[in-house]
């Protein structure tokens, strides 16, 4: 089941106004043809609830918007970035252990309306 913080981005949604938003936005890139694109896809519609207020989600057919997967270098299904201020903040290949993606979202929604600085790691 989706969660409804988390909708799907085609290259026309994801413009300007995700970039210079006050709140980073999680992208999730996934595939239908790969498991692990469900496992992230599950564990983020679990802690999106969370987060909703100081994070903004999305997830990105790979096969439906390959122009977002250029524009953000992804070379590997499934993927997550974190942008904030036309920055990438974090990038992740795979599904990362539950209490890494936690403290990774925790540091991003720290940043809600600060200027754009890399998150560690």
């Known amino acids: 089941m989706k ?7 085609g290259s026309s949604a ?15 890139f996934l595939s ?4 692990a694109s469900g496992t992230l896809e599950q564990m983020m519609n679990a802690l999106a609830p969370a ?7 999305g997830y990105v057919n790979a096969a ?31 599904v990362l252990p539950r209490r890494e993606l936690e403290g990774v979202l925790d540091a991003a929604a720290r940043r809600s309306c600060e200027p754009a600085n890399p998150l560690p790691g």
């Open 64 to 94: 439906k918007a390959a122009n977002l997967v250029q524009h953000y270098r992804i070379h590997s299904i499934p993927s997550l970035a974190i942008v904030h201020h036309e920055s990438v903040l974090y990038l992740a290949i795979g």
């Open 32 to 35: 239908a043809q790969c498991p």
């Open 51 to 57: 987060y909703s207020g100081r994070l903004r989600f």
């Open 3 to 9: 969660s409804s913080l988390i909708n799907e981005l």
């Open 14 to 28: 994801f413009g300007s106004d995700a970039h210079n938003a006050n709140r980073p936005f999680v992208l999730l």
